[in-house]
């Protein structure tokens, strides 16, 4: 089965729920580069290739797809064939679905969000609106308007339909707007420029019908970009939306392991930053291969106290403690205490709610919670490996029993550091002293000159500190909705 498939215009949010799943079972995706690369990520473990065109620069010519994906189905696999917007706007699915049929080869039309339409939805453009705009047209612009015989019919198009929405159409720009104008199209029509639209890079241009090839230049325009030509433009002042939110036109790192990153990049994102993630940690198995964690285990019982500080400490004692066939009723004979509210929103995932949660995130904060209730008891704390040792030493002069095992290690990553542009950077984000610490091991602490620090608390924010790097933005909650909420204030 092939399924010719749109990936929407770029946010990754608009990829529908149906492509998603669909995705998940493929063997093979075939890409084109306006597919957004973090929608390959829902393919899982699938063969991508990528065979993307820009003006001028073919990865593989029409027929070699065609026959590219024939290839792929008749060897028995699954085949995704992925195109920015939507497969037959403009996306040649026609012509693959005929050369599918035509050789035996099944397959379905999975539509996409149009560009056409969600470009300038996200400029604050509707296509079409009451009173102004009754009807659209959508229409290529990357035929030449200047070639001898045009499948574009310029004397009717041009004042045919209120709102003309010209899609790859800036390398034709001069000669599109001389045939509009020259078929009664009025020179001073409102019209927009829009690139890279419904992603965080966008850029809108308002101009004039008459103006526009010249303000194009002028502001040096790139593709990929829709053009819109109609009142409508004039909609945009009290209708744009996207580039109005706190974060837009913000680049900002986040440097949490991978699995971790979403959360932070998702919120934001929601806030409109344009979010790169480079991993600089990755969660391992301790040195000890789980021995004293294990050995802790087998003696669960026997402890009045249990703390977490960290949501991967949690998770990695429950998946040991699924080892030896147990579940949260282990933990029946004692009490549960956590650093932060991360912490125990993962530990409810496991059926328990934490008895101890301190008002300060931190360990000083919890030794402050703990200090009247743990003197002559038995206490577990299962943590990373490499940490902080104040909690440890301060409830045993409390005259605690303290038992320290390591549930995780953190090691270094830094996968796609060449891939990165630093200088292009507003923040980088620190949610722990392990990502600071790899971070500069990696790349230096030179690249922080240029760009504004967000620590996830005073701890990391020390750690930064160490390396003569003054954190410029620091959580006063210590958590990730905390750190978001200090960088937007930046922002206010």
């Known amino acids: 089965m ?53 003006a001028g620069q073919h990865t593989l010519a029409q ?7 024939v290839d792929k189905a008749k060897s028995g696999k699954n085949i995704v064939r992925l195109k920015g917007g939507d ?27 149009t560009s056409a339409i969600a470009v300038p939805a996200y400029a604050g453009i509707p296509v079409t609106h009451r009173g102004i705009a009754t009807s659209f047209a ?10 001898s015989e045009s499948s574009i019919r310029w004397d009717k198009i041009s004042t045919a339909a209120d709102t003309l929405i010209f899609l790859m159409g800036i390398a034709n720009l001069a000669k599109i707007t001389a045939k509009l104008i020259e078929n009664g199209r009025a020179g001073n029509t409102p019209a927009a420029v829009i690139r890279n639209g419904t992603k965080p890079a966008q850029e809108v241009l308002i101009t004039t019908l008459e103006n526009a090839a010249a303000d ?14 109609g009142e409508v433009v004039n909609l945009r002042e009290n209708l744009k939306w996207f580039d109005n939110k706190i974060l837009f036109g913000r680049k900002i790192l986040v440097t949490r392991t991978r699995e971790q990153a979403s959360k932070l990049s998702a919120k934001l994102e929601n806030l409109g930053a344009e979010v790169i993630e480079f991993p600089t940690i990755k969660i391992a198995a301790p040195t000890d291969n789980f021995k004293s964690l294990d050995a802790a285990i087998s003696d669960i019982k026997n402890f009045d106290w249990v703390i977490f500080t960290s949501a991967n400490g949690v998770e990695k004692f429950f998946e040991r403690l699924k080892i030896f066939k147990l579940d949260a009723r282990a933990l029946g004979n004692a009490k549960v205490a956590v650093i932060g509210s991360a912490t125990a929103d993962k530990l409810s995932e496991f059926g328990i709610m934490a008895d101890i949660i301190p008002a300060e995130f931190r360990a000083e904060g919890l030794i402050d919670a703990l200090k009247n209730l743990v003197a002559g008891k038995k206490i ?7 940490a902080r040792d104040i909690l440890p030493i301060e409830l045993k002069k409390i005259g605690a029993e303290v038992t320290v095992t390591a549930a995780y290690k953190t090691i270094a990553a830094a996968e796609n550091a060449g891939d990165i542009n630093f200088n292009e950077l507003d923040i980088v984000t620190f949610t722990s002293s392990s990502t600071v610490e790899n971070f500069i091991a990696a790349v230096g602490a030179e690249v922080l000159s240029k760009v504004k620090t967000a620590a996830i608390g005073p701890v990391t924010a020390g750690t930064l500190k160490k390396f003569g790097v003054e954190a410029d933005i620091v959580a006063q909650e210590f958590t990730i909705a905390g750190l978001v909420d200090a960088i937007t204030k930046i922002n206010r």
Do not use: Q
Request: cysteine-free; aromatic content about 8%; hydrophobic content about 45%.
């Open 2 to 54: 092939v399924y010719l498939m749109g990936a929407g215009p770029g946010d990754a949010g608009l990829l529908t729920v149906k492509a998603r799943e669909i995705l998940k079972t493929a063997d093979v995706v075939i890409y084109d580069r306006l597919a957004d690369e973090k929608i390959l990520k829902y393919a899982n473990d699938a063969e991508k290739i990528y065979v993307g065109k820009s």
């Open 63 to 69: 027929t070699e797809i065609n026959k590219l994906l």
């Open 87 to 113: 497969p037959f706007v403009f996306g040649r699915g026609g012509e693959e679905a005929l050369f599918l049929r035509e050789n035996g080869v099944d397959f379905e039309i999975i539509p996409g969000v």
């Open 138 to 147: 959508v229409v290529t612009g990357h035929e030449d308007p200047a070639k």
């Open 216 to 229: 194009v230049e002028k502001n040096k325009i790139a593709p990929p970009a829709i053009f819109v030509v």
């Open 380 to 386: 577990l704390i299962a943590r990373a490996e490499v």
